[in-house]
């Protein structure tokens, strides 16, 4: 083996000829130590970093440090020299492709803002270049035809690689606008996601929903929840306590739940439902009585209907008996209990048998403090 000093280094022949330069170092590098393999790559490498800084200086100007460049070039460079085989040609020009291969792969990978397809980042440098060179040769700037033609791609891709070059470097959203303090910045200006889209199906069917309903319960919706009005203003326009308003509009949304969650509309349990009408009074004779049957809700609303037909019950029902069947009726308001007063005022005068039967347990509490508890008699 060869003493160090006998080794032939690159440098020692002071050539400027990068081929001659890397052939004598692959000479050497046969025969050398491990620690002169490494003089000889050092020394090599010293040599060409001129040729590496040249060729980074062609991609300067194109939004990277050039001191970035050059260091990257200079990888390139290491690679080359390691990868070097003097049998598959001239040094300088596998440096080259190596030195600029590893160029690009920078810009492609370190200053894109955006991931683009590698294709397109390489076709976006390609239109660019050559959009600076048949813009000098045109003296005007070059038609998307005319890029496809210089470059042997369709205009389509030309289109396409434009159009991702925007991506190279985007807009920051804190950027200040122009002309204004620094305040309002870019991101300021743009239009956020609208969270109302995702609710449109819902609306859509609460909407549908709500035609189903009884007129006064979408009403009382509408001034609860459109109208942003307390229980206590709606009570007091439509005459009824706020417990009754409390009531009817937990069952209305509860109801409203129910169909949200459901694939058929559940059946409305209230007063009356969506597909019929509201109160309902029936007179039929059984057993020498006179049986007034009351359908529904009994409020201010359908008080008189209730009056009226209890009024004529009186004066048919002669010598019977005369019962109002309450089974039917989930709720009592005050409007309901002054109705039953009258009319059991109306019997007492007309001496007929008055008497209440089948009151669910919410109005048979209502009858019981308002006094009318004795004419519950469910036997009869």
């Known amino acids: 083996m060869p003493a160090h000093d006998d080794v032939h280094a690159p440098g020692e022949h002071a050539l400027d000829d990068l081929d001659s330069a890397a052939m004598a170092y692959a000479e050497g590098f046969i025969t050398a130590t491990p620690v002169q393999r490494t003089v000889l790559r050092d020394e090599l490498t010293r040599v060409c970093l001129p040729f590496a800084g040249r060729l980074a200086r062609r991609y300067r100007g194109r939004g990277e440090p050039l001191e970035d460049l050059e260091q990257v070039a200079r ?135 709500l035609l189903r309903l009884p007129a006064r319960e979408r009403q009382m919706l509408a001034m609860r929840f459109y109208g942003n009005r307390t229980q206590a ?47 309902q009074v029936s007179v039929a004779r059984s057993g020498g009585a006179l049986i007034v049957s009351v359908r529904g809700e009994v409020d201010r609303d359908t008080a008189d209907r209730l009056r009226m037909g209890l009024r004529h019950a009186v004066g048919t029902a002669g010598a019977d008996r005369m019962v109002v069947d309450l089974a039917a009726v989930p709720l009592l308001d005050a409007a309901g209990v002054a109705v039953l007063i009258d009319a059991a005022s109306a019997a007492s005068v007309a001496e007929v048998d008055l008497s209440l039967r089948g009151a669910q347990p919410y109005v048979a509490r209502i009858l019981a403090v308002s006094g009318l508890a004795s004419l519950l008699n469910d036997g009869r």
């Not at 369709?154 to 204004?180: F, K």
């Not at 417990?243 to 209230?270: F, I, K, N, Q, Y």
């Open 233 to 279: 203003d709606i009570a007091a326009e439509l005459g009824i306590s706020q417990m009754h308003v409390s009531r009817l509009l937990s069952r209305a949304l509860a109801w409203l739940r129910e169909a949200m969650l459901s694939d058929t509309v559940p059946r409305w349990e209230g007063a009356t439902r969506p597909d019929q009408p509201g109160m």
């Open 75 to 209: 990888l390139g460079l290491v690679k080359a020299i390691d990868r070097y085989d003097p049998e598959r040609g001239s040094f300088t020009a596998y440096a080259v492709i190596t030195i600029s291969g590893e160029i690009k792969r920078h810009f492609r990978d370190k200053t894109w803002g955006v991931h683009v397809p590698r294709r397109i980042q390489d076709l976006s440098l390609e239109v660019g270049h050559a959009s600076m060179v048949l813009t000098n040769a045109l003296s005007r700037t070059p038609t998307v035809a005319e890029l496809a033609g210089r470059l042997e791609v369709t205009e389509r891709a030309v289109l396409e690689a434009m159009e991702s070059s925007a991506g190279y470097s985007p807009a920051s959203l804190n950027a200040p606008m122009s002309g204004g303090d620094g305040a309002v910045e870019f991101g300021d200006l743009l239009g956020s996601a609208d969270g109302d889209l995702e609710l449109v199906d819902d609306r859509m069917t609460v909407a549908r929903l």
